[in-house]
């Protein structure tokens, strides 16, 4: 076990303009952020992966502490509240941890997915020059041979449908200003965390203009931890 | 506020049988099973719903505790958690109950609502005979005069999709035994109220027969509470 006052370093995956793009990272930061930890940011494009730590993660983030070195979300937040005890916690237990990984297992296949489908090419577009034919190439293995061109070109059609896939967010934002409720917990850092990475790359305006209680929500979000979430470089989430 | 000790009544929705119909009802009746309150139940037809305590109700569950009356399923396990902070508690504290407000504002819509739609037919004819025309008229209104006949024509066809959309159940159940995480929670509470709902009326198994993780989540749910949840006249919820 690494002494807590071990640097903690985190791996991201970088965009070619430099900005984080993973939303995965992005519940990270967001997660050591509400703990008050900082780490020291190791931006790697998607080529990189394979030849940092001797290839042995996929994916970012990757959170080294010393010794200890963890590849999963999950894993990585559940470490930092065992680990920083002293720390504002990201769970009040076991049943809120729990709690938050059942809403996960809608958001990731059910909302999470439905944005690959609309932003794979614009991912591709943005990421470094260098990364590009790899990305291309394992997304459209992934997709059955389908190109990145033909799984967005209809795209536009299947935004209100999305769009509608939000309506438990809404619900929820009805009765409380965050995801959480009276305060913001590892809930709304999971879907900032999905905003976000749209807002890395999106060329389609994810959200209706008239949006209002997602739009609030968002700015209350982006407002946290001094600003966190602020970047001039980010790309419109509404329509104009 | 009534003395914790004043004796508790909750009223349900009967159906013709005399089985508990509500999955609002039902979730009630797990959280004060949890407890480890008893309370005495008043049973009520759809029509008797008006004429019971002065009209001030629309809907079932409604609970009286002394003095107080609520009647909105959330309002109630809230009450009860506050009212009797020394049996087990419902929530671990606001996180963890605003969480499962996120997890019922996609249960409601995307799950509660399909199976109102495949199943609001078989609901009327297990209704009692002297609610019977009242319900169907309500309903039909609901659904812009589309006849309860029309609405579940297509029924078989729609399962599949609705099995589909029970997906985020099984991710979470393939992580821990119950969808709380290792002990039951109001999380399960709310899903087995919806499963106790259907079973009691319905005449297209839910499931399907391979549906092992939803299978042995449910055998574990009902055995809760010293088998709460079984009941001979229950319909089967899986494919034979």
């Known amino acids: 076990m690494p002494s807590p006052s071990a640097p903690l370093r985190l791996y991201e995956l970088a965009l070619a303009n430099g900005r984080s793009a993973s939303p995965y990272v992005w519940r990270v930061r967001y997660a050591l952020a509400h703990k008050g930890l900082s780490a020291e940011t190791m931006p790697l494009?998607?080529?990189?992966?394979?030849?940092?730590?001797?290839?042995?993660?996929?994916?970012?983030?990757?959170?080294?502490?010393?010794?200890?070195?963890?590849?999963?979300?999950?894993?990585?937040?559940?470490?930092?509240?065992?680990?920083?005890?002293?720390?504002?916690?990201?769970?009040?237990?076991?049943?809120?941890?729990?709690?938050?990984?059942?809403?996960?297992?809608?958001?990731?296949?059910?909302?999470?997915?439905?944005?690959?489908?609309?932003?794979v090419l614009d991912i591709h577009n943005a990421a470094r020059a260098v990364d590009q034919a790899y990305f291309r190439q394992s997304r459209e293995v992934r997709f059955k041979g389908t190109t990145l061109e033909a799984l967005t070109a209809d795209r536009e059609a299947r935004l209100p449908a999305v769009r509608e896939a939000l309506l438990p967010l809404r619900l929820q934002l009805a009765r409380f200003p965050f995801l959480g409720g009276h305060v913001p917990t590892y809930a709304d850092y999971i879907a900032l965390g999905a905003f976000q990475w749209v807002a890395s790359m999106s060329t389609l305006p994810l959200l209706a203009k008239n949006d209002e209680l997602l739009r609030a929500w968002l700015e209350r979000g982006l407002d946290l931890f001094g600003g966190l979430g602020r970047d001039p470089r980010t790309k419109p989430l509404f329509e104009s």
Chains 1, 2 share one sequence.
């Open 45 to 119: 494009g998607f080529t990189d992966i394979p030849n940092t730590l001797a290839g042995r993660f996929k994916t970012v983030p990757i959170l080294e502490h010393g010794a200890n070195v963890l590849a999963e979300s999950w894993d990585i937040v559940d470490y930092l509240d065992r680990t920083f005890p002293d720390t504002p916690r990201l769970f009040s237990g076991p049943a809120e941890f729990a709690s938050l990984r059942l809403f996960d297992a809608w958001f990731q296949p059910e909302i999470m997915r439905r944005m690959v489908t609309l932003y």
